[in-house]
């Protein structure tokens, strides 16, 4: 069957606008502060299964690292310190994913729980908006600011990847952004929810995942082709899941064990045509 998406918010536009009125209200550094200062290249580091296979590269990774979500605290207790931990979503659950560290610079979204800003307290919080937000705008205008609302996916890493243009990188690498499950591992670690789960065909393989990620995987699709034709970035994408998939169908820089796979499963469908000939 075609699959149909439609998606729709985990939380109420009155809950989220009152997460944005706080965030307002705070001593943060604006996300103004960083457009156009960065260069060269970037992590985002999804918390995606292949994160688990993946993540020694980050060790030696030239560049600055955005881990959204769990990935920070995977990371850290694997030795790495990313240059940025990054939030995005508005509903308490994400409070798991909120962990203090000096070194970090914390991308939060004016739309997380006001309880994730009090519990990185001392620490240095940018604090960037979302487009999208029904009432981001009013709130705003109702506060005296002048600050950018950031455009792009739907899910963290396909937002953070939109995220890291206006702050100067050009040269953006995706690990952990599966947007799949793998052997039934949704994430790196469990879930902080209980995710349906569904059999989606790209391609000619069959990928398991939660709707909320068929819809990531969508934007990803969309956003991909418009940052590297139109906006000049370099986009690799590393790993295994849908999106690496979706990334090498479009002609994207992915790892070669990717190409080997697909050259292989290319490989035994035309052997096996070629022996129904015979």
């Not at 996300?31 to 993540?55: E, Q």
């Not at 909120?98 to 604090?127: N, W």
């Not at 670690?189 to 990928?207: A, D, L, Y």
Request: net charge neutral.
């Amino acid at each position: 069957m075609p699959l149909n998406i439609t998606s729709a918010l985990a939380n109420t536009d009155e809950d989220i606008a009152s997460n944005i009125d706080s965030a307002l209200r705070r001593d943060y550094i604006p996300f103004n502060d960083l457009l156009g200062k960065k260069s060269g290249a970037v992590a985002i580091v999804g918390s995606g299964p292949s994160l688990k296979d993946m993540w020694k590269r980050l060790r030696k990774f030239k560049g600055d690292i955005i881990a959204c979500n769990a990935a920070c605290q995977f990371l850290l207790d694997k030795g790495i310190v990313p240059t940025y931990a990054y939030c995005f979503d508005a509903d308490p659950l994400m409070l798991e994913f909120i962990t203090a560290h000096q070194d970090i610079t914390y991308l939060m979204a004016s739309r997380c729980p006001p309880e994730a800003f009090d519990g990185l307290q001392g620490c240095k919080i940018v604090c960037w908006h979302a487009k999208g937000d029904r009432d981001i705008q009013e709130l705003l205008e109702k506060h005296g600011l002048m600050e950018p609302m950031v455009t792009g996916g739907s899910a963290a890493v396909t937002r953070a990847m939109v995220l890291a243009m206006p702050m100067g990188y050009k040269d953006v690498h995706i690990f952990g952004g599966d947007s799949s499950f793998h052997n039934g591992d949704t994430h790196i670690r469990k879930s902080t929810t209980k995710e349906r789960r569904m059999h989606i065909m790209c391609g000619e393989r069959i990928f398991e995942c939660a709707p909320w990620m068929a819809v990531q995987a969508e934007d990803f699709k969309v956003l991909a082709p418009i940052m590297v034709d139109k906006l000049g970035v370099k986009l690799h994408v590393h790993g295994d899941g849908i999106i690496p998939h979706i990334a090498m169908a479009i002609g994207l820089d992915v790892d070669r064990p990717l190409r080997v796979r697909r050259f292989v499963m290319n490989w035994k469908r035309n052997a096996k045509t070629l022996w129904h000939h015979i």
